[in-house]
């Protein structure tokens, strides 16, 4: 499995983004999947994740500003990020679990900064 994260960049508080990460392999409709973002010196956080059935899940903070979907045809999960706070800077992962196996994306960043 492969993870190809997209869709980073320097927005300003208050906007958008759109993370999307492609998948390669044959197991990712059965594999729950999801973003993690780290920032310098702190440990990586689960932001959202969403299992094979379309159980969502969110950390607290983006929770009414951001949603996760994925769609199994084309091997993609994305993140859609509003209300953007400087907070939310943080160089973001996807994520990919099935049983005891991990794969991770390369990471994309996003900065929110006026």
């Known amino acids: 499995v492969q993870l190809q994260a997209s869709g980073g960049g320097l927005v300003q508080p208050g906007g958008s983004l759109r993370l999307s990460c492609a998948a390669s392999?044959?197991?990712?409709?059965?594999?729950?999947v999801g973003w993690y973002r780290q920032t310098p010196g702190q440990q990586r956080e689960l932001v959202a994740g969403?299992?094979?059935?379309?159980?969502?899940n969110y950390l607290d903070s983006v929770k009414g500003r951001f949603t996760i979907s994925r769609d199994n045809a084309k091997k993609m999960v994305y993140l859609q990020m509003n209300s953007l706070k400087l907070e939310d800077t943080a160089v973001y992962y996807c994520?990919?679990?099935?049983?005891?196996?991990?794969?991770w994306g390369q990471g994309t960043q996003v900065t929110v900064s006026s």
């Open positions: 392999g044959s197991i990712f409709s059965v594999a729950a």
């Open positions: 969403i299992s094979r059935d379309g159980v969502t």
């Open positions: 994520h990919l679990g099935f049983g005891r196996l991990d794969f």
